[in-house]
């Protein structure tokens, strides 16, 4: 059976042209400093987001830990949105390898306003950790693919240095939200002092994420890469599909967009299910399952008839759209969700 996975856009695979660029590249010592490829990849991205230098890494968490590892030291308060990747998904990161306290705030689809970050800024007192970085995420992955407005981002940076605050972005699909607005990738990278994105989602390489700042925020980072085992040897095999990926796999996200909308339609024709198809703005779909159905019989009764889907917890199912998903493979999924259900 040929199965139409929709569990991530994590899934895709390498085209037969990435692997072929894979195959033929220059590679390396990069633990060295001696992988071509890799350094033409780092320099080419910090370009490209208007930032001094940037550094890849094997993961997106490993991103946002070197990132924020970088912007503190132990004892100081990290603030992020409740429903973060990084609160939720990183293993505790910031409070095991860092020594940080995490403050979660509760945004709305991700999205916090500037009054929150700076209601929840500590007053300088010996009692209080001192508040150091904001961490935000954009798109948001449990926002549902929300876009952040980059108006929050301006009226939040400004917040920041009022107090003298670092900010990160993750930025893990920020080319979704970059082809779904028409803001270009520098635009949101001025609001921030470092910012990651990630090769393996939609953009389709098989591994890695960079992440971009100033010299200073790089050399710090690139310690803590090695402190976590993430210093690498020829990964210019690596570094070229990413390159390759940048060149061809950016433009095309919108089908990515299209296809969720199709999804979305489909899934709020059917009475045991709650979404509301305008509020998908990018690639990913999260439904409420109603009624009588548990989430885990609507995954598996999915999964029987070749549709891939995962739980988002006790109520909700998560669908994410991506480049190995044709029309016509989501035309299926929408098909096969109403005919069930």
Same mark, same amino acid.
């Given at each position: ?58 993961? @997106?968490?490993? %991103?946002?830990?070197? !990132? &924020?590892? =970088? ?5 100081? #308060? ?123 989602? @939609?953009?389709? %390489?098989?591994?890695? !994420? &960079?992440? =971009? ?5 790089? #050399? ?122």
């Amino acid at each position: 059976m040929k199965y139409i996975d929709l569990r991530s856009d994590t899934v895709t695979r390498p085209s037969p042209e990435m692997r072929k660029v894979m195959s033929e590249a220059e590679v390396g010592d990069d633990v060295w400093g001696d992988d071509p490829t890799v350094n033409r990849l780092q320099e080419r991205v910090a370009g490209m987001l208007g930032m001094e230098a940037a550094l890849f890494v094997p993961s @997106g968490s490993m %991103a946002n830990s070197v !990132s &924020i590892l =970088a912007h503190t030291s132990r004892g100081d #308060e990290v603030l992020m949105e409740k429903e973060s990747h990084t609160f939720n998904y990183e293993v505790a990161a910031p409070a095991v390898i860092g020594g940080l306290q995490v403050h979660p705030l509760i945004g709305k689809s991700g999205v916090l306003e500037p009054e929150q970050i700076e209601s929840a800024i500590r007053p300088m007192d010996v009692h209080n950790p001192s508040t150091k970085l904001v961490v935000l995420e954009n798109t948001h992955n449990r926002g549902g693919g929300k876009i952040y407005p980059l108006d929050k981002f301006a009226a939040i940076r400004e917040i920041a240095n009022k107090h003298n605050l670092a900010m990160h972005l993750d930025g893990a699909r920020i080319f979704n939200a970059c082809v779904a607005t028409g803001i270009s990738p520098k635009e949101y990278a001025r609001h921030f002092d470092s910012l990651m994105f990630c090769f393996s989602k @939609g953009l389709g %390489a098989p591994v890695g !994420s &960079i992440v =971009a700042g100033s010299k200073e925020f790089i #050399e710090k980072a690139h310690r803590y890469r090695k402190m976590l085992g993430g210093g690498m040897r020829q990964i210019g095999i690596l570094a070229a599909a990413a390159d390759y990926a940048l060149d061809h796999n950016v433009e095309r996200l919108q089908e990515d967009h299209e296809h969720a909308q199709i999804l979305a339609n489909a899934l709020a024709s059917v009475k045991d299910f709650s979404i509301d198809p305008s509020a998908v703005e990018t690639n990913i779909i999260i439904f409420e399952v109603n009624g009588s159905l548990s989430v885990q019989d609507v995954i598996d009764r999915l999964a029987e008839k070749g549709v891939l889907m995962i739980p988002f917890g006790s109520k909700y199912v998560r669908a994410v759209t991506h480049l190995d998903v044709s029309r016509e493979d989501v035309e299926f999924a929408a098909k096969v969700a109403q005919e069930i259900f």
